[in-house]
């Protein structure tokens, strides 16, 4: 028995201390395991991102870990003449995402240098959000955004708690069957309603299919949209078109009619946005027929086409494509309105530009004639293939324009130049961004996380790192030693903002660390909790006495390197001893032994001998039994002023 159970034994013992060996020193957990990065996005998805390169197109911090925003490359033109205000920015991988993804998936604010102000991510579970803007609600600014996957409109305050999550489901028994439409969620009427779009499948009639030549009822699908009381959030208004849009007015005509009927919903519209007249009507924009709609109010009839196969303006050029149309002026005469002119769709048989633009258009109501005010040209004088908005900047009469692929964004001066664009250094997409003003408050304290490190001359240095997500009003931090409770703070430097994640370095330890938020006026607006600095390797050496006289003996290195060629000459004999028992016996050794031996042989040349400091820049988490073996020193130390 002796002989079977022996093998077995050296091998677990020699599996046991090359685990161990190989485990990061502070935490016990293998470093293979939390220094390598994971493959975070799978084949199947429409964004491929080399991880390689993931430190460099994505930020990442100490004190949040579980955020993963993109960053930028910014270039500014004109640095005086930006326009104030954050960005807000919702990449995403796939419109119809089965699959929750990574953090980066996820709505962020940044600021005007490409700095993340806010990430979304922990509030929401990878799947991808629309139309993430600030929206005036019953006459508050709100964070409004689209989550198709859940099919509703998500409402958060300044604080970033989620008051309202809206249907988005349509509530129509004259329809046959419901679907949403993940464009645009828009406030209106001083935040007093909100629109969106919906999408029903439908089979047309015959007279209907019979105007494109299709011989049968052809399964279209009609797009629509619903209107919301905000106090409430029950419906006050719904239309569709189906009965006032035709097939034939589409542009998707490189497929054929039957494939296009009998094939699936056709989408023969592909209504991507809305907007509402003073006086109660409605805008709305078909990417699929090149046209802007005026729809009533009253009995939901179309009042004018801009566009596409049925114009009842005099058109001197053709957009298509288009996304994004807004009023942004109107009187009984005239209407101007904007819209990002992809012209580009799918489907269609050519582009009708050189490039995508954005446009100004003034539309005279009763000459029924169309003027172009402004046209702002694409950078890279290339195709929006698909999405993308142009938004007027609040108070300016500067345009903000989202070109779509890696996020690219571009602002303008009244007079069409560039003053300013900014792109994802990866290659992800977003569907529009925006540029408007915005205080976050949030309701969550700010994130602090303290290290000590020796330097090679034996000094040690105390890191602190600093972050509070979504606040818009830190200016500076102030770092206090403190006793574990928090109390009997100890002012030991005020350290200016630096972008999203402050870093300090404090001469000397401290055992326990609290920073306060302070804004322009020094006044205090966020206080962390304690946080309990993670020792050197020599302190947790050293507050681990040996438990008796043999640990006493074992940490002697003479002692111990004897003991390690003991076990390591045992493991080979219990191994030899196995392998030829087995072949009398059949006893086999754990099937995965080896594989399990060597789980950790990836670990790089520059994570074995990395240096404290290094590997300090790359841990992101410390686990509390670490810190529960801190004793307050350092406490007494850098005596200064209380907040």
């Not at 991102?49 to 870990?65: A, Q, Y």
């Not at 099919?151 to 604080?159: G, K, P």
């Not at 050189?354 to 000459?367: E, M, N, V, Y």
């Not at 920073?515 to 390797?537: C, N, Y």
């Amino acid at each position: 028995m002796l002989t079977r159970i022996l093998p077995c034994f050296c091998v677990c013992l020699v599996v046991f201390c090359s685990n161990y060996a190989l485990a990061d020193p502070h935490t016990g957990n293998p470093s293979g395991q939390t220094r390598s990065k994971e493959d975070k996005r799978w084949e199947h998805r429409v964004v491929h991102l080399d991880e390689s390169k993931h430190e460099e197109e994505f930020w990442t911090f100490v004190t949040r870990p579980d955020l993963d925003a993109p960053r930028w490359e910014v270039a500014v033109y004109d640095q005086e003449a930006v326009a104030p205000g954050y960005w807000f920015v919702a990449p995403y991988e796939e419109v119809d995402q089965k699959d929750g993804s990574e953090a980066w998936n996820a709505p962020h604010i940044y600021d005007q240098d490409g700095q993340l102000i806010w990430s979304g991510a922990p509030m929401f579970d990878g799947f991808s959000s629309f139309d993430f803007r600030v929206s005036e609600v019953r006459g508050k600014p709100m964070l409004t955004l689209l989550r198709p996957h859940y099919s509703y409109a998500a409402v958060l305050d300044e604080t970033y708690t989620n008051i309202a999550n809206v249907s988005i489901g349509l509530k129509d028994p004259e329809l046959d069957e419901v679907g949403h439409n993940m464009h645009e969620f828009l406030t209106v009427e001083n935040g007093t309603r909100a629109l969106y779009l919906t999408r029903v499948p439908k089979h047309a009639s015959k007279e209907y299919s019979a105007a494109i030549g299709y011989d049968g009822e052809c399964h279209a699908q009609y797009d629509g949209f619903v209107e919301l009381d905000t106090e409430t959030w029950e419906q006050t208004f719904s239309w569709n078109s189906y009965g006032k849009i035709g097939l034939d007015e589409s542009f998707v005509t490189k497929v054929p009619v039957d494939n296009r009927c009998s094939g699936g919903e056709w989408d023969f519209l592909h209504l991507n946005s809305i907007d509402k007249f003073p006086d109660g009507d409605y805008l709305v924009s078909g990417r699929r027929t090149n046209a802007v709609y005026k729809i009533s109010a009253q009995d939901g009839s179309i009042i004018w086409r801009l566009g596409g196969r049925k114009s009842d303006f005099e058109m001197p050029f053709v957009f298509s494509g288009q996304h994004a149309a807004k009023i942004q002026g109107y009187n009984d005469t005239h209407t101007l309105i904007s819209f990002l002119d992809n012209a580009f769709g799918p489907g269609t048989p050519q582009t009708t530009n050189d490039a995508s633009r954005g446009l100004l258009l003034a539309l005279d109501t009763k000459a029924m004639t169309v003027e172009v005010l402004q046209e702002f040209k694409h950078p890279d004088h290339k195709y929006a293939e698909g999405q993308g908005n142009l938004q007027f900047i609040p108070g300016t009469d500067h345009a903000w324009i989202c070109w779509r692929d890696r996020a690219m964004h571009t602002e303008h001066a009244g007079d069409g130049s560039m003053i300013m664009e900014a792109r994802f250094k990866a290659g992800v997409r977003n569907y529009r961004s925006f540029k408007l003003p915005w205080v976050g408050r949030p309701a969550q304290p700010p994130d602090v996380r303290s290290t000590a490190v020796q330097t090679i001359d034996n000094k040690i240095t105390t890191i602190v790192s600093m972050s509070w997500n979504g606040a818009t009003e830190v200016h500076s931090w102030k770092i206090f030693a403190a006793n574990p409770s928090g109390t009997d703070l100890h002012l030991l430097k005020k350290v200016p903002r630096d972008g999203f994640e402050t870093t300090a370095f404090i001469d000397g330890y401290v055992g326990y660390i609290v920073v306060k938020a302070m804004d322009a006026s020094m006044s205090k607006i966020g206080e962390a909790a304690v946080f309990a600095t993670v020792p050197t390797l020599q302190q947790l050496h050293e507050a681990q006495p040996a438990s008796s006289w043999i640990g006493a003996l074992l940490a002697h290195p003479i002692v111990a390197f004897i003991v390690g060629a003991i076990v390591s000459a045992s493991a080979c004999i219990g191994a030899y001893v196995a392998l030829a028992h087995k072949k009398r016996t059949g006893l086999a050794l754990p099937r995965n032994w080896k594989r399990r031996n060597t789980a950790f042989e990836s670990l790089s040349e520059e994570d074995k001998d990395s240096s404290e400091l290094d590997s300090f820049k790359k841990r992101s988490e410390f686990s509390p039994e670490r810190s529960a073996l801190l004793n307050g020193e350092g406490g007494d130390r850098g005596r200064g002023e209380e907040d």
